[in-house]
C-alpha cells in the first residue's frame, strides 16, 4: 500500500462525485445499513440495552455526590421514577453528582440486570448489524473503483461464518476501546465538577464544561486510531483480525492528526442529520466512508470519470 499526498478537499470531492455518479447503488445500500441500524438501536433502547441518567430534586433524592450500593428495593424505586422499574430485581449501583446551586441531583442508575441485558442484547445487535456495514462499506469501496456490485454483494459477510466473526470481533474491540477512550478523557471534567460542586469552587465549575468538551474530541481522536482495522478488512478479509488492526496504524503512519481533521472536518454533515432526523446520512455515510477509504487507501480512478479540478 503505496503512501500518497494527503489532499483534504480534492479527496472529499472526489467522494461525492462517485456518490452522484453512481447514486442509485450509493442510495439502496445505505438505505439497507440505515434502516437497520435504526431498528436495533430503537430494539436495544426499548429492551434495556442502553443506560439512562436523570436529574432529581434533592428533597427527592438526598445523597450525596458519590457511589452508592443499591439493593433491590432501592434500585426498582429508582428505576421506577424512569419507567424502568422491572429492571432493579438484582440491585446495583448508582453514581449522584450533588448540584446544590440547582437544587438538583444528576443520577445514573446501573442495575445488575441492565448491565446483563445491555451485554446480551449489544450483542445481538452487533451481531445483525456488523455484517451489513461490511458489506456496505464493500461497495463504497468498489464504487471508488468504478465497479458497482450487485446488491446481494452488501450481504455476503452474513453468508460466510469466518467473515462473520472477523467483523463481529473488530466491532467488539471497537467499541471496548471507544468506551475506555470516553471514560479516560472524562475524568478530567468530572473530577473538577465534583470537587467545585463539594468545596463551593465556582472557577472549578466553570472549567468542568470546556474540560468536557476537551475530552469529548480527545476521546474521539483517540477512537479514530484503530478505525482504520474496518477498512482494511473490507478491502482484505482474507487478513486476521490483530493483521487488520496492525495494518490500519500502519496506513496512518505519521498523518493520525490529519486522519482526525478529517473527520472532525464532517462535524457539522452528523449535527445537521441529527438535527433532521437522519434524512441527510443517505449522504452523508457514503461520502464520510469513502473520504476516509480515499485518505486510508485510495484505489486509482478509473480514466473515464477522471475530470480536471
Same mark, same amino acid.
Given at each position: 500500500? *503505496?503512501?500518497?499526498?494527503?489532499?483534504?478537499?480534492?479527496?472529499?470531492?472526489?467522494?461525492?462525485?462517485?456518490?452522484?455518479?453512481?447514486?442509485?447503488?450509493?442510495?439502496?445500500?445505505?438505505?439497507?445499513?440505515?434502516?437497520?441500524?435504526?431498528?436495533?438501536?430503537?430494539?436495544?433502547?426499548?429492551? @434495556? @440495552?442502553?443506560?439512562?441518567? *436523570?436529574?432529581?430534586?434533592?428533597?427527592?433524592?438526598? !445523597?450525596?455526590?458519590?457511589?452508592?450500593?443499591?439493593?433491590?428495593?432501592?434500585?426498582?424505586?429508582?428505576?421506577?421514577?424512569?419507567?424502568?422499574?422491572?429492571?432493579?430485581?438484582?440491585?446495583?449501583?448508582?453514581?449522584?453528582?450533588?448540584?446544590?446551586?440547582?437544587?438538583?441531583?444528576?443520577?445514573?442508575?446501573?442495575?445488575?440486570?441492565?448491565?446483563?441485558?445491555?451485554?446480551?442484547?449489544?450483542?445481538?445487535?452487533?451481531?445483525? *448489524?456488523?455484517?451489513?456495514?461490511? @458489506?456496505?462499506?464493500?461497495?463504497?469501496?468498489?464504487?471508488?473503483?468504478?465497479?458497482?456490485?450487485?446488491?446481494?454483494?452488501?450481504?455476503?459477510?452474513?453468508?460466510?461464518?469466518?467473515? *462473520?466473526?472477523?467483523?463481529?470481533?473488530?466491532?467488539?474491540?471497537?467499541?471496548?476501546?471507544?468506551?475506555?477512550?470516553?471514560?479516560?478523557?472524562? %475524568?478530567?471534567?468530572?473530577?473538577?465538577?465534583?470537587?467545585?460542586?463539594?468545596?463551593?469552587?465556582?472557577?472549578? %465549575?466553570?472549567?468542568?464544561?470546556?474540560?468536557?468538551?476537551?475530552?469529548?474530541?480527545?476521546?474521539?481522536?483517540?477512537?479514530?486510531?484503530?478505525?482504520?482495522?474496518?477498512?482494511?478488512? !473490507?478491502?482484505?478479509?482474507?487478513?486476521?483480525?490483530?493483521?487488520?488492526?496492525?495494518? @490500519?496504524?500502519?496506513?496512518?503512519?505519521?498523518?493520525?492528526?490529519?486522519?482526525?481533521?478529517?473527520?472532525?472536518?464532517?462535524?457539522?454533515?452528523?449535527?445537521?442529520?441529527?438535527?433532521?432526523?437522519?434524512?441527510?446520512?443517505?449522504?452523508?455515510?457514503?461520502?464520510?466512508?469513502?473520504?476516509?477509504?480515499?485518505?486510508?487507501?485510495?484505489?486509482?480512478?478509473?480514466?473515464?470519470?477522471?475530470?480536471?479540478?
Amino acid at each position: 500500500m *503505496t503512501e500518497h499526498p494527503f489532499q483534504r478537499r480534492v479527496l472529499k470531492l472526489r467522494a461525492k462525485r462517485t456518490f452522484f455518479r453512481f447514486l442509485r447503488p450509493c442510495l439502496i445500500c445505505t438505505f439497507f445499513l440505515l434502516i437497520l441500524s435504526m431498528t436495533a438501536q430503537f430494539f436495544s433502547m426499548a429492551s @434495556g @440495552g442502553t443506560l439512562f441518567y *436523570t436529574f432529581l430534586p434533592q428533597w427527592q433524592f438526598p !445523597v450525596a455526590t458519590g457511589v452508592w450500593r443499591a439493593d433491590a428495593t432501592a434500585m426498582t424505586n429508582l428505576l421506577a421514577l424512569m419507567g424502568l422499574g422491572d429492571l432493579g430485581s438484582l440491585g446495583g449501583v448508582i453514581f449522584a453528582l450533588r448540584l446544590d446551586e440547582l437544587g438538583q441531583v444528576l443520577v445514573l442508575p446501573v442495575a445488575w440486570k441492565q448491565v446483563i441485558d445491555l451485554v446480551v442484547i449489544q450483542a445481538v445487535v452487533l451481531l445483525v *448489524t456488523a455484517p451489513l456495514l461490511y @458489506g456496505v462499506l464493500g461497495q463504497y469501496r468498489s464504487l471508488l473503483e468504478g465497479r458497482p456490485l450487485p446488491l446481494r454483494a452488501i450481504f455476503r459477510w452474513y453468508a460466510d461464518l469466518r467473515l *462473520t466473526v472477523k467483523a463481529l470481533a473488530v466491532q467488539v474491540i471497537l467499541n471496548l476501546w471507544r468506551l475506555v477512550t470516553i471514560l479516560l478523557c472524562a %475524568l478530567p471534567g468530572i473530577f473538577c465538577a465534583v470537587a467545585g460542586n463539594e468545596g463551593g469552587n465556582m472557577s472549578l %465549575l466553570l472549567l468542568a464544561m470546556p474540560l468536557s468538551i476537551a475530552g469529548m474530541v480527545v476521546s474521539y481522536c483517540l477512537y479514530l486510531l484503530l478505525t482504520p482495522a474496518t477498512y482494511v478488512l !473490507v478491502r482484505s478479509p482474507e487478513l486476521s483480525v490483530g493483521q487488520a488492526f496492525s495494518r @490500519g496504524l500502519a496506513l496512518l503512519g505519521g498523518r493520525q492528526g490529519e486522519y482526525c481533521k478529517l473527520n472532525l472536518s464532517f462535524l457539522l454533515w452528523h449535527l445537521l442529520g441529527a438535527f433532521l432526523y437522519g434524512a441527510p446520512n443517505l449522504f452523508v455515510v457514503p461520502y464520510v466512508q469513502m473520504s476516509n477509504f480515499l485518505f486510508l487507501d485510495p484505489p486509482p480512478e478509473p480514466e473515464e470519470f477522471r475530470t480536471s479540478l
